[in-house]
Nanobody, 116 residues
Framework: QVQLVESGGGLVQAGGSLRLSCAASGSIFRFNGMGWHRQVPGKQRKLVAAITSGGSTNYADSVKGRFTISVDNAKNTMYLQMNSLKPEDTAVYYC??????????WGQGTRVTVSS
């Protein structure tokens, strides 16, 4: 019923930019607030950017001013524009509902590595 496919990650130098994409099956964006979550191995997954069906956005302090979340409802696709990347942004990035729990369905994520 739900499929989430993240893409766009890669290896970049500090200060560089990446644009992540999340292709979603169905019409999940019509019913739920969505967000980008990131996880470092051995650490808890953390929400870093959120968007509601009405278009309101919010960001974790660690990425505020550098990341921009957006959606294209016609394409069922969500994006995360990441600028001024820092080594601390290195993680696997996932898209999912704002209220997704660890035991819920998650995609494979896309890996972002920022070198210093």
């Amino acid at each position: 019923q739900v499929q989430l496919v993240e893409s766009g990650g890669g290896l970049v130098q500090a200060g560089g930019s990446l644009r992540l994409s999340c292709a979603a099956s169905g019409s999940i964006f019509r019913f739920n607030g969505m967000g980008w979550h990131r996880q470092v191995p051995g650490k808890q997954r953390k929400l870093v950017a959120a968007i509601t069906s009405g278009g309101s956005t919010n960001y974790a302090d660690s990425v505020k001013g550098r990341f921009t979340i957006s959606v294209d409802n016609a394409k069922n696709t969500m994006y995360l524009q990441m600028n001024s990347l820092k080594p601390e942004d290195t993680a696997v990035y996932y898209c999912n509902s704002l209220i997704a729990r660890p035991s819920d369905y998650w995609g494979q994520g896309t890996r972002v590595t920022v070198s210093s």
